[in-house]
């Protein structure tokens, strides 16, 4: 048995029941063959894959607030602190009833590869809780955040683990979770990010995930003779992320005719208008449903079915195995010629190998979505230095990012003889400048 299969064999065995951990592992460890199997002696002398896959910390506490009609509620809240090989701890906070410690271990662990691809010093985390934001009251909201808080803060900070938004988490929460830091610590410092721009946010950050997106899929195509101007595209989700891949998508004159949520999804062949949907999801907090009510040209579908409608391009931006085997088919027989991962491992792996087969240009997202992290990681620049640097700066920063993980991982795979598999060259890119860190900084 190789190494790398050891390896895997232990973490399923180690972590039971923990099946999205389970497959983030063993795609970054089928990725790695290139590597390790050419130097097998040296990484298993060096324990550098079971050092990899095993979190330096994982925090879990209760989270005890008061709900509107006097019930004290409980829910679970979560750090995991993987790899801190190359900056400071940061990832995400997400809120939603789907968090479990298997979701936040594979979250947390895709984030040191992808905070590695950034070029910028941050180390790789996740965080969250299995409370659910959605029909909640502000004050509801604000008592839950102060809660998770009020423990989360004995381990983060502006040098040690910065954690930021996801799903569930927005301007609101992070809002509210400041607050509450500052509250108890007396420091006025940059421990979160994707703060509002009156207290330390940074331009350019609530839209960096889907910009990112967008930018990376132009740089793509063009190094395929090919350009994103006239394309019809297929997003889902209708979050953060989806809603600014959508916004940057039509800018460069491309149409995207779906979005979903978690209860439908929208067809409006007139292209999706985006500030109706702002005003639906982020304003309203409300259902697609409102969406196809308000606009004639619209379809809403309840259930899944966003992958069934042709397009040049699909762009997965809501959550976890959303886009499967059969999904891929009907892409693949309906033309698509690009997909690059706005969330989270969306693509199951046989979806993936699938689209790779069939000559899809698949970007994963520890690549496609990076420039959210990115993005916060200028934030913390901005904060060290006290300074607020200009949209336009922001955005030429993380465009050159974008570009830069783009080159990367192309020249990644074509040096480890896998040309255009750009999920082997994200993971070995993203392997080799951790691990060297690792190593360079002695056993631990
Ligand atoms: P949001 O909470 O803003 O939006 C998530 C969207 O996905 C919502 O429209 C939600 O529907 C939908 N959704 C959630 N679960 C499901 C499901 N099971 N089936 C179908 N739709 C679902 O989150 P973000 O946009 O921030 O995050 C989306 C993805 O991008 C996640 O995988 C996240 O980890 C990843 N990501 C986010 C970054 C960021 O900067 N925000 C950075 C990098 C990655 P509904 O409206 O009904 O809740």
């Excluded at 400071?88 to 789907?98: F, N, Q």
């Excluded at 907090?285 to 079915?305: D, M, N, V």
């Amino acid at each position: 048995m190789s190494y790398r299969e050891e390896v895997l064999n232990r973490v399923i065995t180690e972590n039971p029941r923990q099946p999205e951990f389970h497959q983030a592992v063993r795609e970054v460890m089928e990725s790695l063959g290139p590597v390790i199997d050419a130097n097998e002696a040296f990484y298993r002398r060096e324990a550098i894959l079971e050092r990899l896959t095993t979190p330096d910390r994982q925090i879990q506490f209760r989270v005890t607030w008061v709900d509107d009609q006097g019930n004290v509620r409980v829910n679970n809240g979560y750090r995991i602190q993987f790899n801190n090989a190359i900056g400071p701890y940061k990832g995400g906070i997400r809120l939603h009833p789907t968090v479990n410690r298997s979701v936040m271990r594979f979250l947390a662990f895709e984030q040191i590869f992808k905070n590695s691809l950034t070029g910028l010093p941050i180390g790789g985390a996740k965080g969250g809780s299995d409370f659910d934001p959605k029909g909640k009251s502000d004050r509801e909201v604000m008592l839950f955040c102060q809660s998770f808080m009020s423990e989360l803060y004995k381990y983060i900070g502006a040098d040690v683990d910065v954690p930021a938004g996801d799903i569930g988490t927005g301007a609101r929460e992070i809002g509210y979770l400041y607050g509450t830091y500052k509250r108890l610590t007396g420091r006025y410092e940059g421990v979160l990010t994707g703060k509002g721009l009156t207290y330390g946010g940074s331009l350019v950050r609530t839209e960096a995930t889907g910009y990112g997106v967008i930018y990376i899929l132009e740089e793509m195509l063009k190094h395929h003779g090919n350009d994103i101007e006239g394309k019809t595209i297929a997003v889902s989700g209708a979050g953060n992320v989806a809603t600014y891949t959508i916004q940057k998508a039509q800018q460069l004159g491309a149409k995207v005719v779906t979005c979903s949520d978690s209860t439908g999804w929208i067809y409006d062949p007139e292209g999706i208008d985006v500030a109706l949907l702002k005003d639906v999801k982020e304003v309203r907090r409300a259902r697609l449903t409102e969406y196809a009510a308000a606009r004639p040209s619209a379809q809403y579908h309840e259930g899944k079915g966003v992958w069934s409608i042709p397009v040049d391009i699909a762009l997965p931006c809501a959550t976890q195995n959303e886009l499967d085997l059969e999904d891929a088919k009907m892409l693949v027989n309906n033309g698509v010629i690009a997909v690059v991962e706005g969330a989270n491992m969306p693509t199951t792996i046989e979806a993936t190998k699938y689209f790779q087969a069939n000559k899809v240009l698949f970007i994963p997202g520890k690549a496609g979505n990076a420039g959210g992290v990115a993005t916060s990681a200028l934030e913390m620049s901005q904060n060290s230095e006290r300074l607020s640097w200009s949209f336009e700066e922001v955005d030429s920063k993380l465009q050159g990012i974008m570009k830069n993980i783009y080159q990367q991982v192309s020249g990644a795979a074509k040096e480890y003889g896998k040309p255009e598999d750009f999920v082997t060259g994200a993971n070995i890119a993203g392997f080799l400048k951790v691990t060297t860190a690792m190593h360079a900084q002695g056993i631990y």
